[in-house]
C-alpha cells in the first residue's frame, strides 16, 4: 500500500509541476478580466464505493458544506485547494445489520483545465490532484473490540461545469472521485485489512472572482 501511495503521490506531483510550468511560460497578464482568485462554497454529497469492495461491508453517504479557493495562472490553468467545512457522516453495515459509524473530512489540492473562453456562458473544466481525508469518531466495536480507521489519501479526478453569470459571480457543478483506502486496526492492531471507501462526489455551488 505505501508504494501505491507513493506512486500516487508522484503522480499529482507531476500533473502539478506540469500545470504550472505551462501556466508560467505563459504571459503573466493572460487573463481576460485581470482576476486571479476564484472562491466556491456549496454542499457536496459524499457516496462511498458499493459493499462488493469490502467483503459484505457497506458504508452510506452523506451531505456536508465544502468550499473551494483557486488561484487562475491564466483564463484556462488554474490550481484549486478544495475541502469540506463540515465531517461527513457515514453508517457502517454489513449482513448483520448496523456496526458503528465514521466520520471523515477530505482535503485535496488539483491543477485544473477550463475549456472555452472566459466569458463564455457555460465552461467545463477538468482536474487532477491529491488529496487525503482526515478519519475521526469512530464509533465501530464489533464483537467488542474498538476499531480504528487510518488516514485515507490517493488520487483525486475532477469535472464540472462553471456557468457565468456576471463577469464576477458564476454557478458550479462539479462531480469528484477520490481514490481512498484506509487500513483497518482492531483493539490498536493492524488487521492487515484495508477498507475501500473510493468515494464519488456530487456539488454545488456559487462562486466569485476578484
Same mark, same amino acid.
Given at each position: ?43 457536496? *454529497?459524499?457516496? +462511498? ?6 467483503? %459484505? $461491508?457497506?458504508?452510506?453517504?452523506? /451531505?456536508?458544506?465544502? &468550499? ?80 480504528? *480507521?487510518?488516514? +485515507? ?6 469535472? %464540472? $461545469?462553471?456557468?457565468?453569470?456576471? /463577469?464576477?459571480?458564476? &454557478? ?39
Amino acid at each position: 500500500m505505501l508504494k501505491s501511495n507513493k506512486r500516487v503521490l508522484a503522480l499529482a506531483t507531476l500533473a502539478s509541476f506540469a500545470v504550472s510550468s505551462v501556466a508560467f511560460a505563459q504571459d503573466a497578464g493572460d487573463t481576460a478580466s485581470g482576476k486571479r482568485f476564484s472562491v466556491v462554497g456549496g454542499a457536496t *454529497l459524499l457516496e +462511498p464505493t458499493n459493499r462488493s469492495a469490502n467483503d %459484505g $461491508v457497506e458504508v452510506d453517504g452523506g /451531505p456536508a458544506p465544502t &468550499a473551494s479557493v483557486s488561484y487562475n495562472f491564466t483564463d484556462n490553468i488554474s490550481a484549486e485547494l478544495w475541502g469540506a467545512l463540515d465531517k461527513f457522516d457515514h453508517r457502517v453495515r454489513n449482513d448483520a445489520g448496523k456496526v458503528g459509524t465514521v466520520e471523515q473530512q477530505p482535503i485535496a489540492l488539483s491543477g485544473q483545465y477550463h475549456f472555452g473562453q472566459a466569458d463564455n456562458t457555460f465552461r467545463p473544466f477538468v482536474g487532477l490532484g491529491y488529496h487525503h481525508s482526515n478519519i475521526s469518531g469512530e464509533d465501530l466495536n464489533p464483537g467488542g473490540e474498538h476499531v480504528s *480507521l487510518s488516514t +485515507p489519501k490517493g488520487a483525486i479526478g475532477t469535472v %464540472g $461545469v462553471d456557468m457565468n453569470i456576471t /463577469p464576477t459571480w458564476f &454557478a458550479r457543478a462539479d462531480a469528484r472521485y477520490l481514490r481512498s483506502r484506509a487500513d483497518v486496526n482492531q483493539a490498536g492492531v493492524s488487521t492487515g485489512q484495508e477498507l475501500k471507501l473510493d468515494p464519488w462526489t456530487v456539488g454545488v455551488g456559487i462562486g466569485a472572482r476578484f
